[in-house]
């Protein structure tokens, strides 16, 4: 029987160092930053998404002639959902 050697790595303990408030707060902003950042680019993805879907629908009402009629009505629908200016519900005092 032969007997194999494994050496353990073992990382020497080291205790993580404690930031100081003026640190704490420079890494706060610097996460509200880069949030702020993220939720403007979701928005603006978010955006494109729904341009892109708005193309698409209407080719679908290019080519109604070989689709369902009933998916056809659905997407002309949704068209007119999107393409509509919501009322303000809120009357002026």
């Known amino acids: 029987m032969e007997e194999t050697n494994v050496m353990k790595m073992e990382a020497p303990a080291v205790e993580p160092k404690k930031l100081t408030y003026e640190e704490l707060e420079n890494v706060a902003k610097e996460l509200y930053s880069r949030c702020a950042e993220m939720a403007n680019e979701l928005q603006t993805l978010r955006m ?7 193309k698409y629908l209407f080719k679908v009402l290019k080519y109604y002639s070989l689709l369902d ?21 809120t009357k002026a005092e």
């Open 48 to 54: 494109d998404n729904g341009f892109k879907r708005l």
């Open 69 to 89: 009629s009933e998916f056809v009505k659905k997407c002309a629908n949704e068209i007119q959902e999107m393409m509509t200016i919501p009322e303000d519900t």
